[in-house]
């Protein structure tokens, strides 16, 4: 048996295939059939010692049920570690019930996938109130990578204008924002946000006279229904922004929502690879390559995932 091969659902042939051939291993898709009645069917190729799947779980409720199978089949066949390789990793919002008889989400699918896999690797992880994923998943290893340096070396090769004000929408996601910022030389700025409801939120600036007249690059981790993303960007072209540009991680809204930010003065959205998406404009193959070397040469790699 070969030491490790790679294999994916077909929902994410956008990344898997090119992650197994920047690792140099063999890889393979998962087939899938539906039933009539809505059953899946699961058939994964041949079982290396250490099998990592790829599988980004936005729409992930179909997804979660194949891996479940192909992580049964591939045991079978004699894999002794499975790694899971999810860029966009689902259900992590809810870390508590805020009502009486909500499920913990984060707490149900956690305990599943540790049950199922040795190793979760993911980016930027929405874990609101949780210290770390190792919380999330215990007994088993989990890497939060970080997109930070993806984004960088995009703006750092596209030479970003010195003027320009890096805004993060609130402060959970302040640290590697502002670290962004930071490391160009850029001003930065955080959004307050009121949350009405699922698609309202009020924003508002302590500082809107920063924004007079220069170009404004909005970070966020995750962009879903698009209401903070819309708010955002009415506020701070009325505050004067001179332009607006967007870099999401985590690209989950749907893509006929991309016409309405045009129409709040947003020039450009541009997001990671993490899940498939039209904006698609930044790869993390090579920060997922970086923390799997280990797996396929047997020697720890060289970055220390958070």
């Not at 779980?57 to 790694?83: V, Y």
């Not at 305990?111 to 896999?117: R, W």
């Not at 949350?195 to 404004?216: E, K, M, W």
């Not at 819309?230 to 929502?257: D, K, N, Q, W």
Request: with cysteine.
């Amino acid at each position: 048996m070969i030491r490790c091969a790679a294999q994916w659902l077909p929902t994410s042939d956008h990344f898997g295939p090119r992650l197994a051939e920047a690792l140099g291993i063999a890889g393979h898709e998962i087939t899938l059939h539906r039933f009539p009645d809505g059953e899946l069917r699961a058939t994964v190729g041949p079982a290396a010692a250490t099998m990592i799947l790829c599988c980004s779980l936005n729409q992930p409720n179909e997804k979660l049920i194949a891996l479940l199978f192909a992580a049964e089949a591939l045991r079978r066949d004699g894999a002794k570690r499975l790694l899971l390789v999810s860029p966009y990793l689902a259900y992590m919002r809810q870390d508590a019930a805020f009502q009486t008889g909500e499920a913990i989400s984060q707490r149900a699918i956690g305990a599943l996938l540790a049950n199922t896999f040795d190793r979760v690797i993911t980016f930027d992880a929405h874990l609101h109130s949780t210290p770390s994923l190792a919380g999330v998943f215990p007994g088993i290893e989990a890497d939060n990578l970080s997109a930070a340096p993806a984004i960088e070396a995009l703006l750092r090769a596209e030479a970003v204008a010195p003027t320009t004000v890096v805004v993060d929408p609130d402060e959970e996601s302040r640290s590697w924002v502002a670290g962004i910022a930071g490391h160009l030389g850029l001003a930065y700025s955080v959004a307050r946000k009121i949350r009405r409801n699922d698609q309202s939120v009020q924003i508002a600036f302590t500082d809107p006279a920063l924004f007079a007249g220069r170009p404004v690059l909005f970070i966020d981790d995750i962009v879903s229904s698009g209401g903070t993303l819309t708010a955002c960007a009415e506020t701070l072209a009325a505050s004067g922004a001179s332009s607006i540009e967007v870099i999401v991680v985590h690209a989950l809204f749907p893509p006929p929502l991309i016409p309405s930010f045009g129409r709040a003065g947003i020039r450009a959205v541009r997001s990671t690879n993490s899940a498939q998406h039209p904006t698609n404009a930044i790869s993390l193959n090579d920060l997922l390559a970086r923390a799997l070397r280990r797996e396929v040469v047997g020697v720890p790699d060289s970055g220390s995932p958070s």
